[in-house]
């Protein structure tokens, strides 16, 4: 049996990191706001004993030139070894060994020099030592000079664990060679084997994904901005490492979006805003590819409207598709709120959550439901608190500045709201505020309308016939 990245289910890779047919090359998304995001993509064999080696090359830096100048390294690969268990962030969390092309080493996100830097067809070669001392060494080669070792862990941590081929790219199109080429890129120390030359039962296969759509499940989450969804979200992943979830959300993007295993907030020297707006436009696609892809998903979204629930599950028929509704109290949720506003720096605005309130809806087991779970406010509870969000969304109205949005040339409602979701769904890289018309129309999408013609939207709705005068009025008087 063959070594090579990802073997079918392809669950050891990001959804935005392509292998090739050949199983040993892969390559990252690129268009754009992918271009900022790293993806990884992990071998399907590990090894726990023995001396053994792999060798990696760089065969392009794949152009970017819609990425600002002040991008801080745009073409990056980082490679080494990893548990099965570790998320595709090499280097950044516990028993994840990487060595980057900027001349760093990291693990659990400690980021120290080591060996040169290297870019486009250097080739880097990967070995790790479980004989030869009391402790597991792993080292590096660039071009066939050996760099010295690199990471050291006592067996007694690893406790029988197998560490696996990993690499981690930006902008990179990358080659491996595990064993499987007549000739080997340089010549290897004596005493290292191709882990694809190690005998099948003295490797380890790493964990296998769902084989048919039936095992898969994806999870919707679905609560208000500050609601503790993301949480549970990391936590149920955590607790569950046989599912290998995938969490897609604007965090997890973000995530994937970090300089030096920092978040971006930190360092980012644009328009966060058009960062943000990137970033969903990432997910909307990322959310499309899911659907053909047999893994087990978490929505993290806010995900309040019916129609977004609905719209969002149908092109996963076939999972098992479960609703988890995270309802705290007021109070909890004020403060949830708060303190994530202080941590990362996110403020969705009031007249954005009060629309979200007015159009609240609690999902129900159905057609594209298998099951919902109420988390903290169980349903009776919940509703009760639904009801009076509803009433507050609806009494607040839209902001007035708000009501008529020159930029689209109409004015875009349901239930005579705006429709805001900050995060996007799994139609169109729209992001941001999106024209979903109101509750039996398409909505107006015409030029410029009269001052009369918003208020006669607001006040008796979009509905197709107000539409057709409202035409009419234009044409008559335009």
């Given at each position: 049996?063959?070594?090579?990245f990802?073997?079918t289910p392809?669950n050891?890779?990001d959804?935005?990191f392509k292998?090739a047919?050949?199983?040993y090359s892969?390559?990252?998304?690129?268009?754009e706001g992918?271009a900022?995001l790293?993806?990884?993509?992990?071998?399907t064999y590990?090894?726990?004993?023995g001396?053994v080696?792999?060798?990696?090359k760089i065969n392009?830096e794949?152009?970017?030139k819609?990425?600002?100048?002040?991008?801080?390294?745009?073409?990056v690969?980082?490679?080494?070894w990893?548990?099965?268990?570790?998320n595709?962030?090499l280097g950044?969390?516990?028993?994840s060994?990487g060595y980057?092309?900027?001349?760093?080493?990291?693990?659990n996100?400690?980021f120290?020099?080591?060996g040169?830097?290297?870019?486009?067809n250097?080739i880097i070669?990967?070995?790790?030592d479980?004989?030869?001392?009391e402790?597991?060494?792993m080292?590096?080669s660039?071009?066939?000079?050996?760099?010295g070792p690199?990471f050291?862990?006592t067996?007694?941590?690893l406790a029988?664990?197998?560490?696996f081929?990993?690499?981690l790219v930006?902008n990179?199109?990358?080659?491996?060679n595990?064993?499987q080429?007549?000739?080997?890129?340089f010549?290897?120390?004596e005493?290292y084997?191709f882990?694809?030359?190690?005998?099948l039962?003295?490797r380890v296969r790493?964990?296998l994904?769902?084989?048919?759509?039936?095992?898969?499940e994806?999870l919707?989450?679905v609560?208000?901005?500050?609601s503790?969804?993301?949480?549970?979200?990391?936590?149920h992943?955590?607790?569950?490492?046989?599912k290998?979830?995938n969490?897609?959300?604007?965090n997890?993007?973000?995530?994937k979006?970090?300089?030096m295993g920092?978040?971006?907030q930190?360092n980012?020297a644009?328009?966060?805003?058009?960062?943000i707006?990137q970033?969903t436009?990432?997910?909307?696609?990322?959310?499309?590819i899911?659907?053909?892809?047999k893994?087990?998903?978490?929505?993290?979204q806010?995900?309040?409207?019916?129609?977004?629930?609905r719209?969002k599950?149908?092109?996963?028929?076939g999972?098992?598709?479960k609703?988890?509704?995270?309802?705290?109290?007021d109070?909890d949720?004020?403060e949830?709120?708060?303190?994530?506003?202080?941590?990362?720096g996110?403020d969705?605005?009031?007249?954005?959550?009060?629309?979200?309130?007015?159009?609240?809806?609690l999902?129900?087991?159905?057609?594209?439901?298998?099951?919902?779970?109420?988390v903290?406010?169980?349903?009776?509870?919940?509703?009760?608190?639904?009801k009076q969000y509803n009433?507050e969304g609806r009494?607040?109205?839209?902001?007035?500045e708000?009501r008529?949005?020159?930029r689209?040339?109409?004015?875009?409602?349901?239930?005579?709201?705006?429709?805001y979701?900050?995060?996007?769904?799994?139609?169109?890289?729209?992001?941001g505020?999106?024209?979903r018309?109101g509750?039996g129309?398409?909505?107006?999408?015409?030029?410029t309308?009269?001052?009369?013609a918003?208020?006669v939207?607001?006040?008796?709705?979009?509905?197709?016939?107000?539409?057709?005068?409202?035409?009419?009025?234009?044409?008559?008087?335009?």
């Amino acid at each position: 049996m063959f070594t090579v990245f990802v073997s079918t289910p392809r669950n050891n890779c990001d959804l935005h990191f392509k292998v090739a047919r050949d199983r040993y090359s892969g390559y990252p998304l690129t268009i754009e706001g992918f271009a900022y995001l790293w993806a990884g993509a992990r071998a399907t064999y590990g090894v726990n004993k023995g001396r053994v080696c792999f060798e990696m090359k760089i065969n392009e830096e794949i152009s970017v030139k819609h990425l600002p100048t002040t991008e801080p390294d745009p073409h990056v690969v980082r490679i080494g070894w990893s548990l099965d268990s570790c998320n595709t962030q090499l280097g950044e969390e516990p028993f994840s060994f990487g060595y980057g092309g900027t001349g760093k080493k990291s693990s659990n996100c400690k980021f120290e020099d080591y060996g040169e830097k290297f870019s486009e067809n250097d080739i880097i070669g990967c070995y790790i030592d479980f004989e030869s001392s009391e402790e597991v060494e792993m080292a590096f080669s660039k071009n066939g000079k050996l760099l010295g070792p690199c990471f050291h862990v006592t067996r007694e941590e690893l406790a029988g664990r197998a560490l696996f081929p990993h690499v981690l790219v930006k902008n990179c199109a990358v080659e491996f060679n595990f064993g499987q080429r007549e000739e080997a890129f340089f010549p290897q120390p004596e005493g290292y084997t191709f882990i694809q030359d190690i005998h099948l039962e003295d490797r380890v296969r790493g964990s296998l994904g769902p084989a048919t759509k039936t095992e898969c499940e994806i999870l919707m989450m679905v609560g208000l901005p500050g609601s503790g969804k993301t949480t549970w979200a990391i936590k149920h992943a955590e607790e569950n490492p046989d599912k290998k979830y995938n969490i897609l959300g604007t965090n997890a993007i973000m995530e994937k979006m970090k300089v030096m295993g920092l978040r971006r907030q930190r360092n980012y020297a644009g328009r966060w805003d058009i960062l943000i707006q990137q970033a969903t436009q990432c997910l909307n696609r990322l959310i499309q590819i899911a659907a053909r892809k047999k893994r087990n998903y978490i929505l993290d979204q806010t995900n309040v409207y019916g129609s977004a629930q609905r719209r969002k599950m149908r092109p996963f028929e076939g999972f098992q598709r479960k609703a988890i509704v995270i309802c705290p109290t007021d109070e909890d949720l004020k403060e949830r709120t708060l303190k994530r506003t202080d941590e990362e720096g996110k403020d969705v605005p009031d007249h954005a959550v009060l629309e979200m309130k007015a159009n609240f809806v609690l999902p129900e087991v159905g057609e594209f439901l298998d099951d919902v779970t109420f988390v903290e406010l169980q349903r009776e509870e919940a509703d009760v608190l639904i009801k009076q969000y509803n009433e507050e969304g609806r009494k607040a109205g839209p902001p007035p500045e708000k009501r008529f949005d020159s930029r689209q040339g109409g004015f875009r409602g349901r239930s005579n709201f705006q429709r805001y979701d900050n995060r996007g769904g799994p139609q169109g890289g729209r992001g941001g505020y999106q024209n979903r018309g109101g509750s039996g129309g398409g909505g107006y999408r015409g030029g410029t309308i009269p001052k009369f013609a918003s208020f006669v939207l607001f006040k008796f709705g979009d509905s197709k016939l107000v539409v057709v005068v409202i035409y009419l009025a234009i044409y008559l008087f335009s």
